[in-house]
């Protein structure tokens, strides 16, 4: 069984930064491409930013110049820095992945909080 694990949520001020983690664990899988997602109260969950294989990357317009998604294919980890955050992107954050065989795979969410 495949598992995301994300780490690296918490409160930050208005301007500052935060480095999402998620690391897949299990064995005998295969990751694909990778994902951040994100919710904020009352509203549906949206696509952050993407990143596949060979590094093909796709951000939400809301987060672009501002947000990097990467990854690292032997640690089967993505990671998001995040940088001049702004209160609109308070949420919980959601990694997925594409697993072959598997299907889509979801972490169980970190919150994220910018105050003003």
């Known amino acids: 069984q495949v598992q995301l694990v994300e780490s690296g949520g918490g409160l930050v001020q208005a301007g500052g930064s935060l480095r999402l983690s998620c690391a897949a664990s299990?064995?005998?899988?295969?990751?694909?491409?990778m994902g951040w997602y994100r919710q904020a109260p009352g509203k549906q969950r949206e696509l952050v930013a993407h990143i596949t294989t060979t590094g093909y990357i796709t951000y939400a317009d809301p987060v672009k110049g501002r947000f990097t998604i990467s990854r690292d294919n032997a640690k089967n980890t993505v990671y998001l820095q995040m940088n001049s955050l702004k209160p609109e992107d308070t949420a919980v954050y959601y990694c997925n992945a594409q697993i072959t065989v598997v299907g889509i795979v979801w972490g169980q969410g970190t919150q994220v909080t910018v105050s003003s």
């Open positions: 299990g064995s005998g899988f295969s990751v694909n491409a």
